[in-house]
């Protein structure tokens, strides 16, 4: 009898093919994260040739950061519409067509369409919500731990391509670090079609961890994935939860890739710190980034997701806080202390988050958290264009830095305020 390929063969398999895919994906995913490494590094030799001022370069990431994030729930809806395969190569093909037709860039607002445009589309239309994707079709058990591990896909990117980019900015120009993003981003598209699939079933067999005698495939999403986009947004702005979840991960996103990501390099370098000697800094980040993302996933599978929030969002407040005292001409113990706690909180925050989403959010989770990850990039957007601002009015970074400690409080608070269904649910016995 042929078996059914809506159900795996009974024989047992030596690798799930869920890990394939969740392999084929973080690859995806650090081979995007190429862009993220480049700004910080390269934001030096663009002035120093055309005399761009931070603010304009910085809003150029603003622009990126912003598609980035209004893309990202677009994107969940239209994975579900088209294809993840097809998303994400056409994602990876965009990105190194903003980065390598870079190159040729002569005026600001050449970089405010490869930078901002052309890669913040293809960037939004990969995101942290590939990642929620990935985890919720195709894990039943061990979700937290995969998204916590395929979000580790873009400080691994950060960690591979910071320290090479900035050194060949500084040694052979800005224009061959820039094509290494583009070619890193090419190489990625045949993975991705031929291992990634949609679903469990295109595989013949089901999400690993489910139990083959009660599992039951939930109903695929057919057609209108604009509209359920935005469905999916119109019911989660009804509930509190969203907007304490939006806001702080808004916040998450101004400490991290607004702030940190494209301004440590800068304020380092006003500091005296070599370009090189600091990136290398951020790339310990991703480093331990790495680390503190996959034990967040774990963590998140085994404690309340709020707690683990309030305690990421106060570490990272306390290092933002004592940042301008550490920031000299050359590294030394209290700065490598930061870097190991910073990279270690980077964004921890995304398991957690994501699987408040899913809680609270049930089957429209994955595009809600996309509407939240909208907010994180937002949030990065505002901070990296507002650093540049100070940094031009006042010559220095000390206030955006104070200013995000202020922040990561309010994050804080927010985080410890949502309330989990269980908890709705039981304080609307109480009423009645």
């Not at 990279?343 to 398991?351: E, I, R, S």
Request: hydrophobic fraction near 55%.
């Amino acid at each position: 009898m042929i078996p059914s390929p809506q159900r795996p063969p009974s024989s047992p398999r030596r690798v799930h093919p869920a890990w394939w895919v969740a392999a084929a994906a973080f690859l995806a995913l650090l081979a995007a994260a190429g862009f993220r490494a480049a700004p910080g590094a390269l934001l030096v030799p663009l002035h120093e040739e055309f005399g761009w001022s931070t603010s304009v370069m910085s809003f150029a990431v603003s622009i990126n950061l912003v598609l980035y994030g209004l893309t990202a729930p677009f994107a969940a809806a239209l994975m579900d519409r088209f294809g993840v395969r097809q998303i994400v190569a056409t994602a990876l093909i965009l990105i190194a067509l903003g980065a390598g037709g870079s190159v040729f860039m002569t005026a600001s607002w050449q970089l405010l369409v490869f930078w901002g445009v052309l890669i913040g589309l293809g960037t939004g239309s990969m995101a942290l919500v590939f990642a929620a994707t990935i985890a919720n079709r195709w894990f039943v058990r061990r979700r937290g731990l995969v998204m916590g591990v395929l979000t580790a896909g873009s400080a691994t990117g950060q960690l591979i391509f910071l320290p090479p980019v900035a050194s060949i900015a500084e040694t052979e120009g800005w224009r061959p670090a820039s094509l290494i993003v583009a070619v890193a981003a090419l190489a990625a598209v045949p993975i991705v079609w031929l291992v990634l699939r949609d679903y469990p079933e295109d595989r013949g067999a089901l999400p690993y961890g489910a139990d083959p005698e009660t599992y039951a495939a939930p109903p695929r999403a057919t057609g209108g994935a604009t509209r359920r986009a935005w469905e999916g947004l119109t019911f989660a702005v009804k509930h509190r939860s969203f907007w304490a979840l939006a806001i702080a991960f808004a916040i998450c996103g101004a400490t991290t890739n607004g702030l940190i990501g494209i301004h440590f390099i800068p304020s380092a370098h006003d500091h005296g710190m070599a370009t090189t000697a600091a990136a290398g800094l951020l790339a310990v980040v991703g480093v331990f980034d790495i680390a503190g993302t996959i034990a967040s996933g774990w963590l998140t599978d085994k404690f309340d997701p709020r707690k683990i929030l309030v305690a990421y969002y106060v570490f990272r407040g306390v290092g933002l806080l004592a940042l301008p005292w550490l920031l000299s001409d050359s590294i030394h113990p209290s700065m490598v202390v930061f870097v190991v706690i910073y990279g270690l909180d980077w964004v921890a925050t995304v398991p957690p988050t994501a699987a408040l989403c899913r809680e609270i959010f049930g089957d429209r989770g994955t595009i809600v958290f996309g509407w939240v990850f909208a907010a994180h990039q937002l949030g990065a957007a505002a901070a990296a264009l507002g650093a540049g601002v100070i940094r031009d009015v006042f010559g220095e970074y000390t206030y955006a830095w104070w200013g995000g400690a202020a922040m990561c409080v309010i994050a804080a608070a927010l985080s410890i305020e949502i309330r989990r269904p269980r908890e709705v649910a039981s304080s609307s016995r109480m009423k009645a």
